[in-house]
C-alpha cells in the first residue's frame, strides 16, 4: 500500500511554493478568530476589563447559525448595564474593514454573535494544514517542562486491568503534551518502598516456591503477598512482625535488601514486556527507594520550618485550625509513609529539573493523599505547578479488583484475548495478506481496542468491566477508526494506480460542496481540540472528535464521486481524504493507537 504522507508529491507546485514557506506557522482556527473577537470588544469598550474566558469561542452545532458563536454579551450584561442583545449589536457594528476569515457576522436571540467563516480562506486553511507536518498545531508549550507521574504498579504484583487507566490516560497526557511542543519527562513512580513490602518480605521467608519463582516470578510474588495478607488479617502477631520488616528494610537491613533487590529486578522484566505490548515507554523509572535517603531530611527541613508536631508519636502538620484535618510526614514506629516519598520527589524533581507543572495520574482514591500533600509543599516553599489527575475506579461488576483479594484480571491475558479476537476478524476481511503481516494487524486492533475503550470515556467516569466491552470492535472503537483510515489509504491506493501521472499537489483545497464544507470545517478543529484535550487532561476529548470525523468522512464518501469525478475536483477530494487520513493517524497516535494503512 502506497503512503498517504507521500502519494502526488513527486513534484513541487507553484501552489506549493508560495505556500511552503507558511507550513509549520499556522495558527489554530480558535485563535485566529478569538484573537480578532477580543480586539472587537475591547475597540467598542475601552477600558473596561473583560475575562478572556467570556471571550473564547464555542462551535455551534447547526451550521445556520455559523461556525462559531461567541455569548459574551451575555457575561459582560450586568457589567456594562446594558441589554445583551445591544452590547452585541454595537460589537458587530463597529467591524469596518472584514478580516480575510470572515464572510459575516450576525447577532442573534438575545445577544449570541454568529460567526460565519470564509469559504475560500477555509479552504487556504485546509490547504496549508496539508502542507504542514504538525497538520496545523502549534507548538503552545514550547520552552515548558512537565513531568508526568503515571502507571505506577506496585513492584512484586503482576499488572491487572485496574492498571489500564493510569497506564494509557497518562500516556495519551504525555504524547499531546510532547506534541504541543512542552519538554515532557514521564517517570514511572513504582511502589517499592511502601508499607505492603513488610508484608512480601515476611511472605518470601515463609512461602516462596523457588521453582515457581523462577518460572512465573510475577505469579508467584502475588502469590506471597496475598498469603501473607490474608494472615495478616486474623494474625496480629504476624502483621506486627510485618510492620517490622518494613522498618528494618528501611533501615538498610541487608538480608532484607537482598529479597527487595530481587523482587525489583524480577518485576522490571515483567513490567517491560508489558510496557512494551501497550507501546508505552517512559523517560525515567525511579521507585520510591530511589528518594530514600532524602527522607530523614525531609522531616528535618519541615521540623526547621516549624510546620511539624508531634501526634499519639507521628509527626504531623495540622492543615486546618481546628486540628482536625492532619497528614502524617512521620509514623509513631519512626518509618516513613507515601507523604514523606512524595515530598521527598518534589524537591528532587524541582533541584534537578525545575519542571514548570508536575502532573499525577492516579486514581480517585487518593484525592485526600493529593491535596495533602500539595498544601504541604506550598506551606513549606518548595513550589511549582502540581497537579492531581484522577480518574474513577474500573471495577466489576459488583465489585472493585484488589490483588490482596484475589479477584484480578491480569493485564497480559486481556491483551491476548484482544489480539486473538482482532486476528480472527483480520483473517476474515483480509485473507490474502501474509500471516507476519495479519499478525502484526492483529496487535494494533486489539490493543488500540482496549485502550481506546479506556480513552474514549471522561476519565472521571466509573468504569465497570466486562469482557464484551473490552473487546469490542464495532461502534466507537478504535478498529472503528483504524478501519476508516485504512479505508482511505485504499481510495489514494487507487487513484494512484488509475492516474498514474496526476499531480496532487497541483490542487490546493477547495470546498466547493456543502459535505466538502463540513469535513473542512471539522479538519480545521484540530489544533483546538488537541490544544483543549492537553488543557483539560481528557484524551476523550479528542477520542470523540476522531470518531465524528470519520463519520464525516463516511458521509462524504457515501455522497460524493471520486475517481469518476472531473480532473481537479477528482484531485481536490483526494487531497480532502489525505488530510483526513492524517489527521486520523495523527489523533490516534497521539492517543497511543496505531492506525495500519490495511486492515
Not at 480578532?36 to 447559525?65: C, N, Q, Y
Not at 450586568?78 to 463597529?94: D, F, H, N, W, Y
Not at 438575545?110 to 460565519?116: L, Q, R, T, V
Request: hydrophobic content about 40%.
Amino acid at each position: 500500500m502506497g503512503s498517504l504522507e507521500t502519494a502526488g508529491l513527486s513534484r513541487e507546485s507553484v501552489f506549493e511554493k508560495r505556500n511552503r514557506s507558511m507550513a509549520g506557522k499556522v495558527e489554530s482556527i480558535e485563535q485566529v478568530v478569538g484573537d480578532w473577537v477580543a480586539d472587537l470588544f475591547g475597540g467598542v469598550f475601552p477600558g473596561v476589563e473583560i475575562e478572556r474566558s467570556l471571550l473564547k469561542m464555542a462551535e455551534t452545532s447547526d451550521e445556520a447559525h455559523g461556525d462559531y458563536q461567541c455569548n459574551a454579551a451575555m457575561g459582560l450584561a450586568r457589567t456594562m448595564k446594558r441589554a445583551p442583545r445591544q452590547i452585541a449589536e454595537l460589537v458587530v457594528g463597529s467591524i469596518a474593514d472584514k478580516p480575510d476569515f470572515l464572510d459575516r457576522a450576525e447577532v442573534a436571540g438575545p445577544g449570541f454573535i454568529n460567526i460565519f467563516l470564509d469559504s475560500g480562506w477555509l479552504s487556504k486553511f485546509t490547504s496549508q494544514m496539508l502542507l504542514d507536518k504538525r497538520l496545523g498545531v502549534p507548538q503552545y508549550g514550547r520552552g515548558k517542562t512537565i513531568i508526568f507521574d503515571y502507571s505506577s504498579p506496585n513492584v512484586a504484583k503482576p499488572m491487572h486491568i485496574g492498571h489500564i487507566r493510569s497506564t494509557v490516560i497518562g500516556n495519551a497526557l504525555d504524547r499531546l503534551h510532547r506534541f504541543l511542543g512542552y519538554s515532557v519527562l514521564a517517570d514511572n513512580h513504582l511502589g517499592d518502598w511502601g508499607t505492603q513490602f513488610g508484608l512480601i518480605l515476611l511472605g518470601y521467608r515463609e512461602f516462596i516456591d523457588e521453582v515457581a519463582l523462577r518460572e512465573h516470578p510475577a505469579e508467584e510474588l502475588e502469590r506471597v503477598y496475598v498469603k501473607s495478607y490474608n494472615r495478616s488479617k486474623s494474625d496480629e502477631e504476624w502483621l506486627d512482625n510485618a510492620r517490622s520488616e518494613l522498618v528494618k528494610l528501611q533501615s538498610g537491613d541487608a538480608e532484607c535488601m537482598e529479597i527487595w533487590e530481587r523482587c525489583i529486578t524480577l518485576s522490571l522484566k515483567e513490567f517491560g514486556r508489558i510496557y512494551k505490548r501497550l507501546g508505552v515507554e517512559f523517560d525515567m523509572v525511579r521507585g520510591e527507594s530511589f528518594y530514600r535517603d532524602r527522607l530523614a531530611g525531609v522531616v528535618q527541613a519541615l521540623k526547621d520550618k516549624g510546620l511539624l508536631e508531634e501526634s499519639d508519636g507521628a509527626q504531623v502538620v495540622f492543615l486546618d485550625d481546628a486540628r482536625e484535618d492532619v497528614c502524617i510526614v512521620q509514623k509513631r514506629d519512626g518509618g516513613f509513609n507515601y507523604t514523606t516519598t512524595d515530598l521527598a520527589t518534589v524537591i528532587s524533581r524541582i533541584e534537578e529539573f525545575s519542571p514548570d507543572k508536575i502532573v499525577y495520574v492516579t486514581d480517585e482514591r487518593q484525592q485526600r493523599h493529593f491535596k495533602h500533600f500539595f498544601e504541604v509543599c506550598e506551606r513549606a516553599g518548595w513550589k511549582t505547578d502540581l497537579v492531581h489527575v484522577w480518574f474513577g475506579l474500573m471495577r466489576l461488576p459488583g465489585a472493585t479488583f484488589s490483588t490482596r483479594e484475589g479477584n484480578v484480571i491480569k493485564l497480559e491475558r486481556l491483551l491476548d484475548m484482544a489480539e486473538e479476537k482482532a486476528l480472527e476478524m483480520v483473517r476474515k476481511s483480509s485473507p490474502g495478506m501474509p500471516d507476519e503481516q495479519q499478525r502484526a494487524v492483529a496487535t494494533a486492533v486489539g490493543v488500540g481496542a482496549i485502550k481506546y475503550t479506556d480513552l474514549s470515556q471522561n476519565p472521571q467516569s466509573l468504569v465497570t468491566f466486562t469482557w464484551e466491552k473490552a473487546l469490542s470492535l464495532d461502534g466507537n472503537s478504535a478498529p472503528y477508526l483504524q478501519y476508516a483510515h485504512a479505508r482511505i489509504a485504499s481510495v489514494v491506493d487507487k487513484y494512484m494506480a488509475r492516474f498514474p501521472n496526476g499531480d496532487l499537489s497541483a490542487h490546493p483545497i477547495k470546498l466547493i460542496d456543502a459535505i466538502e464544507r463540513r469535513l473542512g470545517l471539522k479538519l480545521a478543529r484540530f489544533a483546538g481540540v488537541t490544544k483543549k484535550s492537553a488543557e483539560l487532561y481528557r484524551p476523550n476529548m479528542l477520542a470523540d472528535y476522531l470518531y465524528e470525523l470519520a463519520q464525516l468522512y463516511s458521509s462524504f464518501y457515501q455522497n460524493l464521486p471520486f475517481l469518476r469525478a472531473d480532473e481537479g475536483v477528482r484531485e481536490n477530494r483526494i487531497n480532502l481524504c489525505r488530510l483526513t487520513a492524517a489527521v486520523l493517524k495523527k489523533g490516534l497516535d497521539l492517543l497511543g493507537i496505531n492506525a495500519p494503512d490495511r486492515i
